[in-house]
């Protein structure tokens, strides 16, 4: 079955660094684009940044272009988040995502999430 499972997230001051980790398993990685979605307390699920299968073409939320930078590592199925110049309004649960066409229909699979927390 597919899994995705994120890993990286912690505490860090604002101006800080994390790199946030997605491993994937149970469909062919190198296939299908990836995804970094977000969310903070009372707002809904937003999209931060997504790479296609091949790792050429990525694109951002406005809010972080300039200082996330998703890439993908198709050998070790994993797909990376580096995130710098952390602000406080970066805090949220940050989950990986990919969509899979399963029985003709596109189906959502996401992680368990991983806590991102930028406090003083």
């Known amino acids: 079955q597919v899994q995705l499972v994120e890993s990286g997230g912690d505490l860090v001051q604002p101006g800080g660094s994390l790199r946030l980790s997605c491993t994937a398993s149970g469909f062919s990685f190198s296939n299908y684009g990836m995804s970094w979605y977000r969310q903070a307390p009372g707002k809904e699920r937003e999209l931060v940044a997504a790479i296609s299968n091949g790792g050429g073409s990525t694109n951002y939320a406005d809010s972080v272009k300039g200082r996330f930078t998703i890439s993908r590592d198709n050998g070790k199925n994993t797909v990376y988040l580096q995130m710098n110049t952390l602000k406080p309004e970066d805090t949220a649960v940050y989950y990986c995502?990919?969509?899979?066409?399963?029985?003709?229909?596109?189906?959502?699979?996401w992680g368990q999430g991983t806590q991102v927390t930028v406090s003083s």
């Open positions: 995502n990919v969509r899979l066409l399963r029985v003709g229909q596109i189906v959502n699979y």
